[in-house]
């Protein structure tokens, strides 16, 4: 017989693990299936196993290796202006006492947007005949630019635009970690005359570091799959100077129709997540800890 535990169980657990595997599990492992095989959209069935093949051709793809280094730049800088204006701003908003309502719902508001739509958005501003953004700089006598279609610029505004989105993400994670900071250090700091500057960086730094790392680390993986910005602002382009991993691997997949060799690609981006996602968890986990 059935007992109530059991059958809630089923009821439950069951349906949702069906789902599960319909969304999740059978791509996962269908696309690592492939992704040995020569597998086009043009051909019947899976096509002809090459083994490793397609994983070694990454390697040997000039475009794979040109938005391989286009990812790169683009995290590094992402990440890094993103953290050290998001530490400022969070250090600044756990000072105000007065007002920080209105502060925060000012900051929250770009991440509120969606990718696609911050993307619309952008495009519209930075418009090289139509765009506000020109218009004002030609109002100081300032030439414009084709921001997202000169080869000089689109790269940088991609970032820019980028961290004008991710950026109020970091600053909560950083204004989290601030506000849980023991007030004890500092009251002692004070009697002994210290300065802010010596407070925070003999203090506020050195407790922050888990914070910081989590935060960094979140937002590393996070710039390495991102797709949906760059796709409505460049397309990659102008040529591949914007292209990253996750817009080429989709370019392999719906534009040239190599679904395996696109596994592939996919499954190296997988692996590169994986890494930086252990990562996080260790250090989230020795936060924890302590």
Request: hydrophobic letters at 55%.
């Amino acid at each position: 017989m059935i007992t109530e535990k059991r059958k809630q169980f089923l009821i439950f657990f069951v349906p949702s693990m069906i789902v599960l595997a319909l969304t999740i599990i059978y791509p996962l492992l269908y696309s690592l299936v492939i992704s040995f095989f020569s597998t086009t959209l043009k051909s019947n069935g899976i096509g002809s196993f090459v083994g490793f093949q397609n994983f070694i051709n990454a390697f040997k793809d000039e475009y794979f290796l040109k938005s391989a280094w286009n990812t790169l730049i683009f995290t590094v800088l992402v990440v890094v202006f993103e953290f050290l204006f998001g530490l400022f701003v969070a250090v600044l908003l756990n000072r105000i006492v007065y007002g920080k309502k209105l502060f925060f719902t000012i900051i929250i508001i770009p991440m509120m947007i969606t990718p696609v739509a911050v993307g619309l958005i952008w495009r519209l501003l930075l418009h090289p005949d139509l765009g506000i953004v020109n218009y004002f700089l030609s109002l100081l006598g300032i030439e414009g630019q084709a921001w997202l279609g000169d080869a000089k610029w689109a790269m940088m505004t991609v970032i820019l635009v980028d961290i004008w989105h991710q950026l109020p993400f970091m600053i909560l994670l950083l204004l989290a970690g601030l506000v849980s900071l023991p007030t004890e250090p500092y009251e002692a700091a004070d009697i002994d005359g210290a300065s802010r500057l010596q407070s925070f960086w003999n203090i506020t730094l050195p407790l922050m570091k888990q914070a910081m790392i989590a935060a960094i680390l979140f937002r590393v993986i996070t710039s390495i799959k991102t797709y949906d910005l760059i796709y409505v602002l460049t397309k990659g382009g102008p040529g591949t100077t914007t292209e990253v991993i996750s817009y080429h691997i989709y370019k392999q997949a719906y534009t040239f129709l190599e679904t395996g060799y696109s596994s592939a690609l996919s499954y190296l981006l997988l692996f590169v997540v994986f890494i930086f996602s252990i990562i996080f968890i260790k250090v989230s986990r020795g936060k924890a800890k302590q």
